[in-house]
């Protein structure tokens, strides 16, 4: 698995934008990147996937360079409800019959302050 | 939307004492998992299941930990002989099975947070 390192925490005003950035220098040649969401006393939410260049959803766009050895989740216009811890995953552990365990790091700390 | 679901929301047991947590995983999805995360801590994979068998598992889901699926819709945890360091939430997981692209989406229940005392 790559390994990856992201910011502790993160503080960040309502309204403005927000880029996470990890980084995973060994990213192997198929791996994806994925990030997750984890609000207070629930369980993690996936947000967006991508292999490459940019992915944009109705939540998050996520941005690759070329060289993949990092990317940069990018929140718009946050709110005091984007308050979150926000995982970077970098490829999965095969579990088996099609399945793959995840692999959690300490996430990044996101708070938004009014 | 979908969800999967899991009850209790909060069990506290004294130490010894066997507990099942209950997950309903999201209808079609065929895969299934337990997580765990101690207060403070990293999210932790205890055991994935699919097609009615345990299919990998990690150091922590030792002999006191057994999974089932006992019908159709629940998925169970189940701890025989409760110890301290098992208080955490746990976290049960569905996944559909369809690889569109990359690694597997798993959703992830609302957690049930265990204390033993």
């Known amino acids: 698995l790559a390994k990856t390192t992201q910011p502790i925490s993160m503080d960040s005003y309502e309204g403005q934008e927000v880029n996470i950035t990890c980084s995973h220098n060994?990213?192997?040649?198929?791996?994806?990147i994925t990030w997750y969401q984890q609000f207070p006393s629930q369980g993690p939410r996936f947000i967006i996937q991508g292999y490459k260049t940019k992915v944009t959803n109705e939540v998050a766009s996520l941005f690759i360079p070329a060289d993949r050895k990092s990317s940069t989740l990018s929140l718009p216009r946050v709110s005091l409800s984007d308050t979150a811890v926000y995982y970077c995953l970098v490829g999965a552990t095969y579990s088996g019959a099609g399945s793959y365990q995840l692999t959690f790091g300490k996430g990044t700390k996101l708070s938004v302050i009014p | 939307e979908p969800e999967v679901t899991q009850t209790p929301s909060h069990q506290v047991t004294q130490m010894g004492q066997e507990v099942i947590l209950r997950c309903v995983p999201i209808s079609n999805h065929l895969y299934f998992y337990w997580y765990r995360q101690i207060l403070g801590q990293k999210v932790e994979f205890l055991v994935s299941?699919?097609?009615?068998?345990?299919?990998?598992k990690s150091e922590i889901f030792d002999d006191q930990f057994s999974v089932e699926r006992p019908d159709g819709s629940n998925f169970t945890l189940k701890i025989r002989s409760t110890k301290l360091e098992d208080s955490a939430m746990y976290f049960c997981?569905?996944?559909?099975?369809?690889?569109?692209?990359?690694?597997?989406?798993?959703?992830f229940g609302p957690g049930t947070r265990l204390t033993v005392l």
């Open positions: 299941f699919y097609n009615n068998e345990i299919s990998e």
């Open positions: 997981a569905s996944y559909q099975g369809t690889i569109l692209a990359g690694v597997d989406t798993q959703y």
């Open positions: 060994n990213i192997a040649t198929n791996d994806y």
